[in-house]
Structure formats: structure tokens, C-alpha cells
Nanobody, 126 residues
Framework: QVQLLESGGGLVQPGGSLRLSCAASGRTHSSYTMAWFRQISGKEREFVAAIRRRGGTTHYADSVKGRFTISADNAKYTVYLQMTSLDTEDTAVYYC???????????????????WGQGTRVTVSS
């Protein structure tokens, strides 16, 4: 089993920045993909960003491209989501996901990940 612990959520004003962290522990693998999804109230959970440990390749949803940056500290099995130019539409619960065997075609799909964090709430409001 793998456990994921998210942190960094909170209240931020429009235009502000916030950094989320997600640390994986337990039976982690040397090769993995970690991702962030979010669930806006009343909507389905959606893909935000993902990063593969091998090669460090990143993927982003169009809605966050250019504003959010995903990165990883491989030694700590920790992934970060730096969010800038936040908008009220970014208000959501953000979930971290992890899997050692995500294929490229599933990297943006919830079904591609077996392990999930509990979520951290981000509220963008003035």
C-alpha cells in the first residue's frame, strides 16, 4: 500500500499563489507517476497536472497551463503543485494521485491511478 499526504491548501485572494505538496510513503516504487486532480463543487473530479518520475515529463490541463507548475522531489517521493494567478474558478478540493504503472493514454484519467490522498481544499476568494 501507498499512503499520500497532501498539504498546502487554504484561502487565497484572486491573483494570488499557493503551493500544494503531496508526500508518498509506504510501498513506493522507483518508477511512478504522480498527479493532481481537483473537484469543483457540483462537478466531476478533473485532471489538473501529472509528472512522471522517469524523464520528469509533465502534463497539464489546458485550464491551468501557464499558471500551474508541477514538480517533484524524487528523493522524498514528494510532488508539488505551484499555483499562480489563481482565479475563483480554481476553488476546489485538490487530490493527489499516485501509481507506478500509469500508461500514457491514462495519465489524465482517474482510472489510471490506484492510490489517492484525502484532498486539500483551495478557496480563491476576495
Amino acid at each position: 500500500q501507498v499512503q499520500l499526504l497532501e498539504s498546502g491548501g487554504g484561502l487565497v485572494q484572486p491573483g494570488g499563489s499557493l503551493r500544494l505538496s503531496c508526500a508518498a510513503s509506504g510501498r513506493t516504487h522507483s518508477s511512478y507517476t504522480m498527479a493532481w486532480f481537483r473537484q469543483i463543487s457540483g462537478k466531476e473530479r478533473e485532471f489538473v497536472a501529472a509528472i512522471r518520475r522517469r524523464g520528469g515529463t509533465t502534463h497539464y490541463a489546458d485550464s491551468v497551463k501557464g499558471r500551474f507548475t508541477i514538480s517533484a522531489d524524487n528523493a522524498k517521493y514528494t510532488v508539488y503543485l505551484q499555483m499562480t494567478s489563481l482565479d475563483t474558478e480554481d476553488t476546489a478540493v485538490y487530490y493527489c494521485a499516485y501509481d507506478p504503472g500509469v500508461i500514457l493514454s491514462s495519465i489524465r484519467r482517474q482510472s489510471g491511478y490506484r492510490y489517492w490522498g484525502q484532498g486539500t481544499r483551495v478557496t480563491v476568494s476576495s
